[in-house]
C-alpha cells in the first residue's frame, strides 16, 4: 500500500516546494567569486527590515538614516525575544489560541506566562475577528501579543487591510505591543510588499514594534535557520536600553550566528538582479500551492464528498488546516498510511501531482465512512 507521509514531506519542503532555487545558488556562486570575509552578522539587517516593512514604507523610503538610528535589529530569530520579554517587560504574552505548539514551548521554556485571545472561528474556518477585538480590548493595557502578519499558521487565514486597520488602532488606544513572526512572507499573496502590510500599518501608526523574520521557507534555507529580530524603537535611548539587554541574551545564547547564510542573504536582498530573481521565484511558488489547493479541493468535490471544502482555498501560505479531526488523522494513518500532524494540518509543499488522489481519496474515505458523524466530519480540531 502507497505510503504519503506529511510529517517527512514538511522536512522536504526544500525537495518539493522549494527545489533548488535558483537565486540561491547565484548568490552562492557570486559569494564565493568575492572570498569569504568574516562579518557582523547584525549590519546586515538594515536591508531585511525594508523587506519587512515593505519597500514603501514610509520610515524606509523617506528616513532611513532616521530609521537605521531608532531601529535595533540582531540577528537570531523569536527565542531571543521570548527571553527578553521574560527577563525585562514581566508580562503575560497574548499567543493566539490557535497556533504552533512550538511557539507555546519557546514561550514557556522562558519563563513567560501565557494566555490566549481568540483568532480562529472553527464553524466558518475563517477569522473570528470581533472575538479577536474584544480580546484586545480586554486585555489589560500595554500587553503583549504575539501576531502572524501573512500566511497564518497553521490556519492560513489572515486579516483583510481593514481588518488590521482597526487592530492596530484598537493596539494603539490600548498602549500595546505588537510583536509579528513572519516566516512564510510571499507565501500568502506572493508579493513581498503585499504581504507586508500589517507591519506597515502598526509601524505607520506609530507603534513600537518587534518583528522575527525567517528567511528559512521563502529563500530555501531551511537547514541555515537565518533570520533577523527586529526592534522598532521610540527614540536613540531606548535603542541603546533594548540593544544592550539582546546582547547580552544573544551572548549567553549562541555569541556570534553562523555568517554564511547571513551572507546569503545579504548578497540577495543588496544585489538588484538576484533580488529580483528572488522575488519571481516567490511568486512561482505561491502559485504552484495555490494550484495544489484548488486541485484538492476539486478533487475531493469530484469524489461526491457532501461536505464543503471551500476553505481550503481561501486559506493562504503553505499549509492546509483541513479540519480533520484527530480521528480521522488517526484513521487515515492506520488504513491509509498518510501521516499529519493530529489537527490535521497539511504541508501543501508534500503533495504533488503523483499522490493528490490518493490524498484526497483518502480524505474522502475517512470522512464519508460514519454517516452518524456527518455533520461534525469537517469541524476544525477543538
Known sequence: MAKFNNKISMLLNLLLLLSVVLMISTAESRKLGIGFKVKDASLQCLQVYAVEAGDTCSLIVEKINTTFDSFLAINPNINCDSIFVGQWILSLLNNQSCVLHSHHNIWRDAHVPQRTFRYYNRDS???????LLDDVKNAPDGSFFLLHPCAHNPTGVDPDEDQWREISHQFKV??????FDMAYQGFASGDLDIDAKAIRIFVEDGHVTGCAQSFAKNMGLYGHRVGCLSVLCSDTKQVVAIKSQLQQIARAMYSSPPVHGVLLVSTILSNPDIKSLW?????VMMNRIQRIRAALRDSLEKLGS????EHITKQVGMFCFSGLTPNHVDQLAKEFHVYMTRDGRISLAGVT????SYLANAIHQVTCCNQENLKRSVVSVS
Open 279 to 283: 522575488v519571481r521565484e516567490i511568486k
Open 306 to 309: 457532501p461536505f464543503n471544502w
Open 174 to 179: 490600548k498602549n500595546h505591543f505588537p510583536f
Open 125 to 131: 474556518k475563517g477569522l473570528n475577528f470581533q472575538a
Open 353 to 356: 501531482s503523483g499522490n493528490l
